[in-house]
């Protein structure tokens, strides 16, 4: 998820495989600076910092703008700019 690597996992039938839940919010750009990120949760109005953006995400991230994120293991992704 965080590393754009595909991963295969072969294992017999009755193995468990954990899967981490993935917490997909949205938010708005309130503060744009040179290597800074700050964005508003649009339901718990928290301000924090994005750990990664998607670099096809970077072109299009604007202040103001809405963005989808994701919330995974207490690391944050930017994923996609709302229109």
């Not at 590393?3 to 997909?24: F, G």
């Not at 103001?64 to 995974?72: A, D, F, N, Q, T």
């Amino acid at each position: 998820m965080f590393d754009s690597v595909k991963r295969s996992l072969v294992s017999p039938v009755d193995s468990n495989v954990e899967t981490p839940l993935i917490d997909k919010r949205n938010g708005q750009i309130i503060s744009l600076a040179e290597n800074n990120l700050q964005i508003m949760d649009l339901e718990t109005f928290e301000v924090f910092e994005p750990s990664i953006i998607d670099d096809d995400v970077k072109p299009k991230i604007k202040q103001g703008v809405e963005v989808e994120y994701w919330k995974v293991l207490d690391r944050t992704k930017v994923v996609r700019v709302k229109n």
